[in-house]
Structure formats: structure tokens, C-alpha cells
């Protein structure tokens, strides 16, 4: 396990961990949510985030203090916490957002980590190179190369106890972003951002933030706590989450508080067109939406964004309390029915099922099949793959419904796990919840199990009693198995 973050529980790829910070002397509990702070104009005052939301750690700009001569002065003499007001801790950044926007800026990554250190920050940022989606290949291997180098001078620069991360770049080559995850975790270094997705999350383009993450992932060893830079709505967290992120920073509580944007899990409203505040948190139930509207703009920007972290802070709670219950899947699939890019992007994340699988507890509570994507989740496939190892006898009958009384052994058939032994009905996730009006994707998914026990078995005399499983899926069944309708049987 990697030093300083120890993993304590886990559901398909995402996990509750503890990753220390020395230089601070605290454990913060991921996944954790880092609030952006503007040095330059803090919406809500750093000690509020840690008192009212919770915030075990934040994250501000180190370039933007180290451009101005007042903050880098105050910074240098007062220390960086003492700056913000707030005594948990802090992350910075280097100024890569800055290089990204406007194309140069005039530090390097041996002077902006020697200055963070001097000024007290936990957790440090080199000058890594995004490179944005579209770019093409040969400017991608190139900003990839220059941060690599910047990685690896960082990684000889004395910073005593404070954690250097390590970004990781490739825009949306997916061998670049492996062979960028695995250089960086050859380093010493300590954490592991995923750079340059912001733009993919605005254009709603989740399924290929999800590759992205899923290729970043493969590189890194499974003890690299993992931060999603620039990740910020809460609709998106647990899909990321269950991807294997750990860290996310977020401006947006602020942003949108500027623009007069209210936030949910399932998108975001302008508060303009809002009747009713659909939300219970402590500024919702003091407002209805006119007195809400109606307070002067300072007040209302600081109370959406006040709402805006509420909101946030939440969902972190109950993706948390979804992994330890072991339901994290369920409330993906809860957020995907929010925006079709959202269905898109959870979509993507089941085509890596065989890798959610790696990690996935084999013992939960119950399965709930709530949607089609439920018959490709990882606990399907493992079902699958453990019909092999199964005994069968000479002759078996699979029935979704009755015995049929000329066969002497017969098991349950239930989309989408298809064969189920009747002494593992109760197990999970065979003690499945399932709609009786199954859909086609069930149908379809128990059909590929029957043929994995077929194949397995080829002596067996198997029949499948089914509920009037349509032509195309029983012409995928071997030849050799007999089918039963029992809706023809009456």
C-alpha cells in the first residue's frame, strides 16, 4: 500500500480512504472535496467551509499569489494559513491553468514548488503542460514529454514533509494516458491528478471523461489516490467516484453563484426560473424562490453559493454512505437518469466491467435492477464466469417459472444471471431484485449465462423453460438445448 493513504472500504472502483498529510498534521477522509479559494475574492471565508461544510482540505492558486506583491508578501510572512484563515489543509496550484488560458507564464517548476513550500503549503503542484481534447497527437506527446520532465525534476527537489502531486497529461490519447499514470507512479511522488478534462465536462462529453479516467487508472498502481482536476458539479461525483477518484476541487459553487445558478444533483437551475427551491438544506428552508430573488445581489450570490456547497457536500456524504452499503452502483444509475451525457457516460464505465470487477466486493446487500445497464454490471459478469466452476448434473433443467415435472434437477433461470443453483438463490447478488416485466437486456444477458453453462457442459442434457423469450435471443442458444415456452404451456 502506498504510503500515507490507506484504503478502508471499497464498491466497484470507488473506495473510502484516509490519505494523511503530514505537513498539516491531518487525515483527510476521501473521497473528499477540495473548495477552490480565490485569494482575491473568497465568496465564502475559508474558516465557514471547515465549520459549517466540513471542509477537511482546499485548494487556491499559488501563481496567483506569487504574481501579486501584496498577497506574496503577506504569504511569505504570515504563511499561507494564516493568509486564508483556515487551519486544515491546503493544496496549490501551479499556475498550469494560467499556462492552459493564455499560453505563457514566467515561473518554473523549481521556483513555484520552492515558493509553495515557503509558504506553507501541504500539498504542492509543478508546472505540468494540459493539453485540451482535440488536440492532435504530435502536440499531445509533446506537452506530455515537457511534463514528464517537469514530474521528474520535481521529483528531486528537496520539500520536506509537504506532498507534491504528480498530473497526469495525454488529452484523450488513451495509451498516452496510461504511459503518463505509469511514469508518474514510478515517482516518488504523492498524488495523482487527471489534468484537462474540464473541457470535456463542459461539453457534457462524460463517456470520454470516463475512458480518460479508466486509462489514467490503468497506469496507476490501486494505493495512487487520485485527484479529477476541475471536477465540481455534484451530478457528476458519483460516476467519477466509482471510476476510482478521490479527490475533486470545485469553483463552481462560487461560479455559479455568480451567474445566479442554483445547483442539484440532477443539473443545475437558473434561480430565476425556479417556483420552488427543491432542496432542504439550512438556506432553502430560511428562503422560498421570491424572497430567495429578492435579496440585494451581494447577499444573493453569497447564499446560492452557500447553498451551492450544501448541495455538494452532500452528495459527497451519500456516495460515501453507497460505498460502505454497497450500493454505489445503484445511485450511478440514479445520477445517469439526470442527462442523457450522464447515461452516456455510465454506459462507458460498464464497458469496463471486467476491471470494476477486480475491486468489486464479492458480498453485499441486495442487487436492484433498475435499468437495462444493470445487466451488464460487474456483479453479472462475475456470476458469469463462476458458471464454470459449477457441478451439474447429467440432465438439468433451467426454468423461469414451474418444475416441469420430466426432469428430475432443475435451477432458476433469472435474467439477467441467467443459471442460478436454487442452494445459491438466497446469495448476493443471485438474491437479486428484479422487475417481472423483465426487459430485452435481461433477457439477453441470462442468455449469454445459459450458453456459458452450455459450452462448459457440452455431455448435459440442458432444457431452458423460459417466459416467451423473443426469436433473436433463442437463436443465439445452442442447437442442442431444448426450449420450453411456459406462456405457450399456459
Keep these: 500500500m502506498r504510503e500515507g493513504f490507506e484504503i478502508r472500504d471499497a464498491d466497484a472502483a470507488g473506495r473510502i480512504g484516509e490519505l494523511e498529510i503530514p505537513r498539516a498534521d491531518v487525515t483527510v477522509e476521501t473521497p473528499a472535496l477540495l473548495p477552490v479559494v480565490n485569494p482575491n475574492l473568497q465568496t465564502i471565508p475559508p474558516a465557514d467551509l471547515a465549520e459549517t461544510f466540513g471542509a477537511e482540505i482546499l485548494i487556491t492558486n499559488s501563481y496567483i499569489v506569487h504574481s501579486n506583491d501584496e498577497l506574496r508578501d503577506r504569504a511569505l510572512e504570515e504563511g499561507l494559513h494564516d493568509l486564508l484563515g483556515f487551519d486544515g489543509a491546503i493544496m496549490t496550484d501551479s499556475g498550469s491553468f494560467q499556462l492552459a488560458e493564455y499560453g505563457e507564464i514566467d515561473v518554473t517548476t523549481e521556483e513555484i514548488l520552492a515558493f509553495q513550500h515557503e509558504i506553507g503549503s501541504d500539498v504542492g503542484t509543478p508546472v505540468d503542460v494540459p493539453t485540451p481534447p482535440g488536440a492532435d497527437r504530435d502536440r499531445a506527446e509533446a506537452d506530455l514529454e515537457r511534463t514528464q520532465e517537469r514530474l521528474d525534476i520535481a521529483d528531486g527537489i528537496d520539500v520536506g514533509d509537504m506532498l507534491v502531486s504528480a498530473p497526469i497529461q495525454g488529452s484523450t490519447f488513451a495509451d498516452l494516458r496510461e504511459d503518463a499514470a505509469r511514469h508518474a507512479d514510478a515517482t516518488d511522488l504523492d498524488v495523482f491528478p487527471i489534468g484537462a478534462v474540464v473541457p470535456l465536462m463542459n461539453d457534457y462529453r462524460y463517456g470520454d471523461m470516463v475512458d480518460v479516467v479508466a486509462a489514467a487508472k490503468r497506469g496507476l498502481g490501486r494505493d495512487a489516490p487520485v485527484h479529477l482536476f476541475g471536477a465540481g458539479h455534484p451530478m457528476m461525483f458519483a460516476l467519477a467516484v466509482a471510476m476510482g477518484c478521490d479527490l475533486f476541487d470545485s469553483a463552481a459553487y462560487a461560479l455559479y453563484a455568480r451567474d445566479g445558478?442554483?445547483?442539484t444533483v440532477r443539473g443545475t437551475e437558473h434561480l430565476d426560473d425556479l417556483d420552488y427551491l427543491p432542496c432542504s438544506c439550512p438556506v432553502c428552508t430560511e428562503h422560498d424562490a421570491d424572497s430567495f430573488r429578492d435579496l440585494d445581489e451581494k447577499d444573493r450570490e453569497t447564499a446560492l453559493a452557500r447553498h451551492n456547497l450544501h448541495v455538494t457536500f452532500a452528495e459527497m456524504r451519500r456516495i460515501?454512505?453507497?460505498?460502505r452499503s454497497g450500493d454505489l452502483l445503484e445511485l450511478v444509475e440514479e445520477r445517469a437518469r439526470s442527462h442523457?451525457?450522464?447515461?452516456?457516460?455510465?454506459?462507458?464505465?460498464?464497458?469496463?466491467?471486467?476491471?470494476?470487477?477486480?475491486?468489486?466486493?464479492?458480498?453485499?446487500?441486495?442487487?436492484?435492477?433498475?435499468?437495462?445497464?444493470?445487466?451488464?454490471?460487474?456483479?453479472v459478469r462475475r456470476h458469469h464466469d463462476r458458471l464454470d466452476r459449477l457441478d451439474i448434473p447429467d440432465e438439468l433443467l433451467l426454468t423461469e417459472g414451474p418444475h416441469v415435472d420430466r426432469f428430475e434437477t432443475s435451477w432458476r433461470l433469472v435474467p439477467p444471471f441467467g443459471p442460478v443453483p436454487r442452494d445459491l438463490s438466497t446469495t448476493y447478488p443471485l438474491n437479486a431484485e428484479v422487475p417481472s416485466r423483465t426487459d430485452s437486456a435481461a433477457i439477453e444477458v441470462a442468455a449469454e449465462?445459459?450458453?456459458?453453462?452450455?459450452?462448459?457442459?457440452?455431455?448435459?442434457?440442458l432444457a431452458v423453460a423460459h417466459r416467451g423469450w423473443p426469436d433473436h435471443v433463442l437463436a443465439e442458444v445452442p442447437e442442442d438445448v431444448e426450449l420450453i415456452d411456459l406462456d405457450a404451456m399456459g
Design 320 to 323: 460515501k454512505a453507497a460505498i
Design 261 to 263: 445558478r442554483y445547483l
Design 340 to 379: 442523457p451525457a450522464m447515461l452516456d457516460g455510465y454506459r462507458a464505465l460498464l464497458e469496463y466491467a471486467e476491471w470494476l470487477e477486480e475491486d468489486d466486493p464479492a458480498s453485499k446487500g441486495t442487487f436492484f435492477y433498475c435499468s437495462s445497464e444493470s445487466a451488464r454490471r460487474p456483479e
Design 449 to 461: 449465462g445459459v450458453n456459458r453453462l452450455a459450452e462448459a457442459n457440452p455431455g448435459t442434457d
